[in-house]
């Protein structure tokens, strides 16, 4: 059962491009949407967040676009630095308060 | 920046013995979460916890599972009787009041437990 799916499991950018990272999901409950960047032997770091009410959400070099009708969200970064990489999860979340994580996408920018 | 830690980073069990998770959330927190990532799979939620209750939990989360919070800042997550697919990492998080959208959820660096 993926509720929430990332079908790009790597993705590689050139220093100070843009880098977009994609995000599905089929529950239409949903109340808002997260995104977590996880260094490996760290715990998820929060990033950004976005209500099921907005269309776009703005904080610094990245910009989270929410899609309601295509039940689709993407994750921008620009312009992306060789400190972003990391792996991306998408996550979304209800009233219950508990996070659904998709599988996460490995982004590497190269200098 | 106040973070939410957890205790031991790496617990290495017998199969079929008892192990507690511990993790101290962010102070002024009010909601708490455990989940677990089994390796190469998703971060997948177990529990949450307020006002001293589950709020809600999931299908993993069975009669094997139990969790505390013995004295106001620790809070534990407890296998009775571990097997072989607990093997994980497992994750604690809190968020502070609010509405659960604008309050998002603060995760610790883990615990991988290992059980033989």
């Known amino acids: 059962d993926q509720q929430v799916k990332q079908n790009s499991p790597s993705l590689s950018v050139q220093e100070g491009r843009i880098s977009i990272l994609n995000c599905d999901y089929t529950?239409?409950?949903?109340?808002?949407f997260l995104w977590y960047k996880k260094y490996p032997a760290e715990g998820p770091t929060f990033l950004i967040s976005i209500s099921s009410i907005k269309d776009k959400n703005e904080d610094g070099r990245f910009t989270v676009f929410l899609n309601k009708s295509a039940k689709h969200l993407s994750l921008h970064i620009v312009p992306s630095q060789p400190g972003d990489s990391a792996v991306y999860f998408c996550a979304a979340g209800g009233s219950q308060g508990n996070l659904i994580f998709g599988k996460g996408t490995k982004l590497s920018v190269k200098p | 920046e106040p973070e939410v830690t957890q205790t031991p980073s790496h617990q290495v069990t017998q199969m079929g013995q008892e192990v507690i998770l511990r993790c101290v959330p962010i102070?002024?927190?009010?909601?708490f979460y455990w989940y677990r990532q089994i390796l190469g799979q998703k971060v997948e939620f177990l529990v949450s916890f307020y006002n001293n209750e589950i709020s809600e939990k999931s299908e993993i989360f069975d009669d094997q599972f139990s969790v505390e919070r013995p004295d106001g800042s620790n809070f534990t997550l407890k296998i009775r009787s571990t097997k072989l697919e607990d093997s994980a990492m497992y994750f604690c998080?809190?968020?502070?009041?609010?509405?659960?959208?604008?309050?998002?959820?603060?995760f610790g660096d883990g615990t991988r437990l290992s059980i033989l």
């Open positions: 529950n239409s409950m949903f109340d808002y």
């Open positions: 998080a809190s968020s502070p009041p609010g509405p659960r959208g604008n309050q998002p959820q603060h």
């Open positions: 102070s002024n927190h009010l909601y």
